[in-house]
């Protein structure tokens, strides 16, 4: 039943005025689609409630119209039975009685009733009699009130005792009753649903504050906080909401600025060195050194080739790092919180095999650069300036090889940088995440700027100039640290070698060194998580090139 109802439905919507209306009904405002349905659930509500009312109230004031003609009939009756009927019929109030005898004739009656004609006929008499039931009748013809509740009882030997009370009064009250509805019901339909209207304009009105402020911000481009309801309800959650996000991308629309500034302010040195020199080449071609010139050339080539290396890749992580986090929010239908590079390209990464290759290059180093074998525990700066470290088993992560590669000689060249004498790398298991460690013995960071020193273009020897500096770089080999590390699950941080002995605000002397610590999700539980990796004192030396 419900399914032919259903499909009666769909068929209405799709055929005849079905789609008008429905199109109709769509392009109404929220404010009048909720105003109607409203309007709708309360003449509903009205009519039901009016047509209880009434019938209610008829039916009460009918009963006691009954109940007083039957009690005036059962006397009647009584008396009858009794041999002790007067007549004429004594009856009390405006009742009027007619007794009929068992062939229909009026045998008696009361003063005000008529004497030769039954109210009602006979038979309907008899069948009022049986039924215990009651007839509206018009008293007119018989000259009584002109509208009569007539009830009849039955007396000993086939009598019939018929009791007619005037109902006038009582139809009066209901028609006046009927009429106030009729009036009152369209009045307060008008008020309720003006009431609707009005509550949902104003429950609206923060949403069109809203809009109105996201309007302003598409105007002026500035992004500015949208007004916040008092009310706590969801629209003020929206706008909460919205404030965040807004905040978040005016930090991110700054950030880009400051990016693109930066970038713009990189490029211009190493441009600037080339045009001069060509300039000066052209200008005296005869006294002109062109080997040297296409040296000098080609030195800032390569700055201005790594630079835009450093921004492709950077900008290809924070891509990845957006996509791992929609797939953790589950928007998208890769991995949770894997990003497709490394869903795709990921493979097992010996991290000791990679610290070894790396350190490999380093062989003509300024300082000695070696390797910890992995379960060790990060070497402290003692044992860094002495070259001695620690040994374990190995410590494999899931990984893009030539990216991890690329944040490993990222940490090792500023170690070498910096370092004083020596650079360690370690590599540690604890179960779950793999830790890699690059320790200098240099002068270390303060504690308050190694946050800083992961921002982009995050230069913190201001000494160091940027021009002409062929030892410094431009200040994004920690972001492009931190970038993989989170891009493979993992964190970045540093801190200082000897925590007992944090460098002091000059980082400019030697110092305690400083630890650049990268921790990854392991690729399998090693067994041994739950217990210290066995430390056996051994130096791991790589041969040096000459
Ligand atoms: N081992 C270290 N000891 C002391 N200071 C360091 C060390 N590593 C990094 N820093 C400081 O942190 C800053 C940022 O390092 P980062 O590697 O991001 O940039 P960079 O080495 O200057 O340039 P790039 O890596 O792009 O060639 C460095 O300029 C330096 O001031
Ligand atoms: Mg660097």
């Known amino acids: 039943m419900a399914d032919a109802f259903h499909r009666a439905g769909r068929w209405w919507l799709g055929h005849g005025l079905g789609p008008l209306l429905l ?7 929220l404010r009048a689609r909720v105003t109607m349905i409203g309007a709708l659930g309360l003449i509903v509500a009205f009519i039901l409630i009016d047509l209880l009312l009434f019938n209610a109230l008829r039916v009460s004031l009918t009963r006691s119209v009954d109940d007083t003609a039957r009690s005036g009939a059962d006397q009647i009756a009584s008396l ?33 009733a ?44 086939g009598y019939l005792v018929i009791a007619a009370v005037p109902f006038s009064e009582t139809s009066g009250s209901l028609n006046v ?32 504050a809203l809009r109105r402020g996201a309007a302003q911000v598409t105007v002026t481009g500035v992004p500015a906080d949208l007004p916040v309801p008092e009310a706590r309800d969801e629209v003020r959650l929206l706008a ?31 441009i600037a060195s080339i045009r001069t020199q060509l300039e000066v080449a052209l200008d005296f071609p005869d006294s002109q050194d062109w080997a040297t010139t296409a040296r000098d050339v080609h030195a800032d080539v390569l700055r201005l080739a790594r630079l835009a290396e450093d921004l492709l890749l950077l900008a290809r992580l924070d891509e990845q790092a957006g996509l791992a986090a929609s797939n953790q929010s589950g928007a998208s239908g890769g991995r949770p919180g894997v990003s497709p590079e490394l869903a795709r390209r990921g493979q ?164 305690p060194g400083l630890r650049a610590v990268v921790r990854l999700p392991a690729a399998r539980p090693s067994a041994c998580s739950s217990r210290p990796p066995q430390a056996r004192r051994d130096i791991v030396n790589l041969p040096r090139r000459t």
Request: charged share 20%; with cysteine; net charge negative.
């Open 23 to 29: 199109r109709w009904w769509r392009r109404r405002g």
């Open 80 to 112: 009858l039975n009794a041999g002790h009927l007067p007549n004429p019929v004594p009856v009390t109030g405006d009742i009027n009685v007619q007794v009929l005898d068992s062939y229909g004739d009026i045998k008696n009656a009361s003063a005000g």
């Open 114 to 157: 008529d004497r030769l004609v039954p109210i009602v006929s006979f038979a309907q008499a008899q069948a009022l009699a049986h039924g215990g039931s009651a007839m509206l009748v018009q008293g007119a013809p018989f000259d009584m009130p002109s509208l009569l509740r007539v009830v009849v009882v039955h007396a000993d030997a």
């Open 177 to 208: 009753v009927a009429r106030a509805m009729v009036i009152v019901t369209p009045l307060l339909f008008v008020a309720f649903t003006g009431a609707i209207w009005l509550v949902t304009g104003s429950t609206l009105r923060p949403i069109g």
């Open 240 to 270: 909460l909401t919205l404030n965040d996000m807004l905040s978040r991308l005016a930090a991110a629309q700054q950030r880009q600025r400051a990016l693109v500034s930066d970038t713009a302010h990189e490029l211009r040195s190493p």
């Open 348 to 511: 097992p990464v010996d991290l000791d095999a990679l610290s070894r290759s790396v350190a490999c290059r380093y062989a003509e180093a300024r300082v000695r650069v070696t390797v910890a074998t992995p379960g060790a525990p990060a070497p402290d700066a003692a044992e860094v300036a002495e070259a001695t470290v620690a040994t374990g088993e190995a410590v494999t992560v899931h990984g893009v090889p030539e990216t991890l590669e690329r944040l490993l000689v990222n940490l090792v060249d500023n170690a070498v940088r910096y370092a004083k004498s020596s650079v360690v790398v370690a590599v540690h298991g604890d179960g779950a995440w793999a830790e890699l460690s690059v320790t200098d013995d240099g002068p270390g960071i303060p504690a308050a700027d190694r946050e800083r020193a992961f921002g982009r273009f995050a230069r913190l020897d201001d000494a160091r100039s940027r021009e002409g500096d062929e030892a410094g770089g431009a200040g994004l080999g920690l972001a492009i640290v931190r970038a993989t590390a989170r891009a493979h699950g993992g964190a970045a941080f540093l801190e200082a070698a000897s925590p007992a002995n944090p460098p002091a605000g000059d980082i400019s002397g030697a110092g």
